[in-house]
């Protein structure tokens, strides 16, 4: 048996313990990536898991930019007024 299928020294605490999962994409894309795995000297499976890290980190970033964006226009004072105030204001009377 090689050293893949047994799960030895190739890849080191990787096979036997990360699930497989299955991934359909045009040959184009995948043509892509097999490029970028070459060119970085990995696997194709190494260069998907960087680029879904990658997506993920980018996604997180872009949720607290815009988080902060609704935070800054909403929640800031306008005019010098009190937040409390404002609040207070804007409240709907019972």
Do not use: C, W
């Not at 605490?13 to 970085?40: Q, T, W």
């Not at 609704?70 to 204001?89: Q, S």
């Amino acid at each position: 048996m090689n050293a893949i299928a047994t799960g030895s020294s190739v890849y080191p605490g990787i096979l036997g313990f990360m699930p497989k999962v299955m991934v359909s994409m045009p040959d184009d894309l995948l043509a892509k990536v097999d490029a970028e795995a070459d060119r970085a000297g990995t696997s194709r499976s190494a260069v998907l898991r960087g680029f879904a890290e990658a997506a993920i980190q980018q996604r997180r970033t872009d949720r607290a930019r815009a988080m902060k964006e609704i935070i800054d226009e909403f929640a800031a004072p306008r005019g010098g007024e009190n937040v409390a105030e404002l609040v207070k204001a804007l409240r709907p009377k019972p």
